[in-house]
């Protein structure tokens, strides 16, 4: 048993949907959030970027005494888990390797659809980690940057949505996937209109859910798992402005978020 708290991290907001899960799972552990919504995007910038705020952003956490990280950004397990993992002696998770494996598991035709940031696609992290389980998968990833504001804005069963989603997937049609990986952390909150586009052949694969499932298991293995029975205390961290955080988190996971408090990453 070990009561310190777990660190998630995101670039921002949408983590959120990544803690979600690790809520549900995991209820008794204790939680502290970090989302660098100063630097948000990740998803644009160039991967030496990416790993320097991300670097930066485990410096605080690390502060924080806890057990464990989850990163709940793709574009930050894409582009810097190995570093991560190299410069801090604590497990860290990333939602790319859970999502992957997932996605192997559920296609039954080996073609697989990844969407994500620029950033994740580009990177290549999910077609290289689901051909390593799959080496005969098709893997036709598409960046979506348009579902991020989309999402923030609140507009995920709008005819926005639809008319965007329409665009983005209709080569992933054409290839006629079986499974598609919401490889952003905003993406599951557009499940109904993905799957309206897609249509119910399609399984969609969620990393949030993969990735607090794999967190639970890795806590287990390791001896890690908080076991107390009330609920878990969960502190919020931001290096932007708290408010619009909170408003537009609350939004996004439909629950009321507690006190957030604004941080210096970049020191
Ligand atoms: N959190 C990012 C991701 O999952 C999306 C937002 C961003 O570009 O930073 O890739």
């Not at 549900?24 to 939680?31: A, K, N, R, S, V």
């Not at 801090?88 to 296609?107: N, Q, R, W």
């Not at 001896?223 to 919020?236: C, H, Q, S, T």
Request: glycine share 8%.
């Amino acid at each position: 048993m070990d009561n310190r708290p777990i660190g998630v991290f995101d670039s921002g907001i949408g983590g959120l949907t990544v803690l979600k899960e690790i809520i549900e799972q995991l209820p008794g552990e204790d939680i502290v959030y970090l989302g660098d919504t100063a630097r948000i995007p990740y998803g644009t910038r160039s991967k030496e970027t990416v790993i320097k705020y991300v670097l930066e952003s485990f410096e605080f956490l690390m502060s924080k005494n806890i057990k464990a990280i989850v990163i709940a950004c793709n574009t930050a397990s894409s582009l810097a888990l190995k570093e991560a993992r190299e410069r801090f002696d604590i497990p860290i998770l990333g939602v790319v390797e859970p999502g992957a494996k997932a996605a192997v598991g559920s296609t039954k035709n080996n073609t697989i659809g990844v969407i994500g940031t620029e950033g994740t696609i580009n990177s290549g992290s999910y077609d290289k980690t689901i051909r390593e389980l799959l080496p005969t998968a098709e893997i036709i990833g598409i960046p979506c940057p348009l579902f991020v504001p989309i999402v923030e804005e609140g507009w995920e069963n709008t005819d926005v949505a639809y008319i965007t989603a329409q665009k983005y997937l209709l080569e992933l049609k054409e290839h006629n996937i079986d499974t598609l990986v919401l490889g952003c952390t905003h993406y599951p909150v557009l499940r109904y209109t993905i799957g309206k586009v897609l249509g119910d052949k399609v399984t969609l694969v969620n990393p949030a859910y993969e990735t607090a499932k794999l967190t639970k298991n890795t806590l287990k293995e390791l001896n890690l798992l908080n076991e107390k029975l009330d609920e878990g205390i969960y502190k919020y961290f931001v290096s932007d402005d708290p408010e619009k955080f909170k408003r537009i988190g609350g939004n996004l996971i439909r629950k009321q978020i507690g006190t957030v408090e604004k941080v210096e990453l970049d020191i």
